[in-house]
């Protein structure tokens, strides 16, 4: 089991650009979600996925913020345009939604937008 | 809304000692409380959990334990090794994806 990855692991960009963070969740997980952590604000959930759908996206903090899941291997968060309040770790989670399984996270993506 | 108090935010303990976190939820609808270390530059990783229909877990050096009715639940790890230094987060679910996660405590256990 490869775990969940993400990339790319660092990401420095300037104000204004787009940033794509990437997703690939664990095989025959159906849940996916995209957290952010800061020192101010800790974990957050920004938006919840289950068979691909978004279920909700209420912590997706402006309209910057899209995020999309093609397929049940594959998600993406974006930030257009980015700003310097978006630096932060991205982390993306997968579970199984039945019974009670755990969050499995990745090693995170870590934003710094100058 | 719902909210995860988590103490103490840092803890020192020499290697052997045991180590206390206490986190205190306040959706009574929570029935899931998983606990995650977080070592620098990796994401949480689940260490041990505990539903809502149980009073005690434990697994090795580590055990949680739950009390719904006063809304608490703590981790408690035995004969701690430096490798334990970390960051440990509480969490409680409430359905089936709300997670609220605590502030973190930065353990730091010396040698």
């Known amino acids: 089991d490869a775990g969940v990855i993400q990339s790319p692991r660092h990401e420095v960009t300037e104000m204004g650009q787009e940033v794509t963070l990437r997703c690939k969740p664990i095989?025959?997980?159906?849940?996916l979600f995209w957290y952010r952590q800061t020192m101010m604000r800790g974990l957050e959930l920004l938006i919840y996925f289950n068979n691909n759908v978004p279920i909700d996206d209420s912590g997706m903090p402006e309209d910057r913020f899209s995020a999309k899941m093609p397929n049940a291997s594959f998600s993406t968060l974006k930030i257009q345009p980015s700003e310097p309040r978006d630096s932060a770790v991205y982390f993306c989670?997968?579970?199984?939604?039945?019974?009670?399984?755990?969050?499995?996270f990745g090693n995170g993506t870590r934003l710094t937008v100058t | 809304g719902e909210n995860v108090e988590q103490h103490p935010s840092t803890l020192s303990v020499q290697e052997g000692d045991s180590a206390v976190i206490k986190c205190t939820y306040s959706?009574?609808?929570?029935?899931?409380f998983p606990w995650y270390k977080q070592e620098l530059g990796k994401g949480p990783q689940l260490i041990i959990d505990i539903r809502s229909n149980v009073g005690e877990k434990k697994d090795q050096r580590i055990a949680v334990t739950l009390n719904k009715t006063a809304k608490h639940f703590s981790l408690h790890i035995t004969e701690t090794q430096p490798e334990d230094s970390a960051v440990y987060f509480c969490?409680?679910?409430?359905?089936?994806?709300?997670?609220?996660f605590g502030t973190g405590t930065r353990l730091k256990v010396l040698a």
């Open positions: 959706d009574s609808a929570s029935n899931y």
């Open positions: 989670a997968s579970s199984q939604r039945h019974g009670d399984s755990p969050l499995h």
């Open positions: 095989s025959g997980h159906n849940s």
């Open positions: 969490a409680a679910r409430s359905g089936t994806y709300k997670y609220i």
